[in-house]
């Protein structure tokens, strides 16, 4: 049962570089997210996707961009780093009626 | 704009005790609550949740209860065992997010429960 992964889990970044972190999951779902946690400041919403093709802003979006081009993949784009996306990154999915996340481990991005 | 609150940063029991975590929120078209727990270098999972038609929802060691008119919510375990140290998360959901399933976040309780 592999859920959700997220890869890479650590990665340090210069600024003005860009990345993708990569989500994957193997559960059918329809729904699917990208949050930030910075300490403190709880979970923010980034990103997400109602389903393949499918994608809207969150709460955070400013810095990043999605797509989903399958059910099972959702991975977040970084272009041009900046020192405030230093965070800790999760990616989450769930089924039909979108309660009931199953989160990734995380990825853990310092931007220097 | 803070929609979910959890004051308190952390919050240390000891071992056998009940331990209450509190959450506040802001948004009356709130409807649906959710406790998730994380431990270190995890991703959170999911605890227990309850509807704003209920007051009370019990699972196991776990219950959440809810004050609609206060706009509060706690978590109580009870027992409290040392494995349950961990940062705890409340969520909530409206009908607004009902076909989106978007959830938002308090800032978390680490609570820590000492042998």
């Known amino acids: 049962n592999a859920g959700v992964t997220q890869t890479p889990k650590f990665r340090i970044l210069k600024i003005g570089q860009s990345m993708t972190l990569q989500c994957t999951q193997d559960m059918n779902h329809n729904y699917m997210y990208w949050y930030r946690q910075d300490p403190g400041m709880g979970l923010k919403l980034i990103y997400y996707s109602v389903g393949a093709g499918i994608t809207d802003k969150g709460e955070v979006p400013n810095g990043y961009n999605v797509s989903r081009s399958t059910t099972e993949d959702f991975p977040l784009r970084l272009e041009l780093a900046a020192p405030s996306q230093t965070s800790v990154y999760f990616c989450?999915?769930?089924?039909?009626?979108?309660?009931?996340?199953?989160f990734g481990s995380g990825t853990r991005l310092t931007v220097v | 704009d803070q929609q979910v609150k959890q004051n308190s940063p952390s919050l240390s029991v000891q071992e056998g005790r009940i331990s209450i975590l509190n959450c506040d929120y802001t948004n009356s078209m709130f409807d649906y609550f959710l406790w998730y727990k994380k431990y270190p270098a995890e991703g959170p999972t999911f605890l227990i949740s309850?509807?704003?038609?209920?007051d009370k929802n019990e699972d196991g060691r776990f219950t959440v209860f809810l004050n609609k008119s206060a706009k509060h919510l706690s978590l109580h375990i009870v027992p409290s065992q040392p494995g349950d140290s961990a940062v705890y998360f409340c969520?909530?959901?409206?009908?607004?997010?009902?076909?989106?399933?978007?959830?938002?976040f308090g800032q978390g309780t680490t609570l820590q429960v000492k042998p």
């Open positions: 989450a999915s769930s089924g039909q009626g979108g309660y009931g996340y199953t």
């Open positions: 969520a909530a959901s409206g009908l607004s997010s009902s076909n989106t399933g978007k959830l938002i």
């Open positions: 309850i509807s704003s038609i209920k």
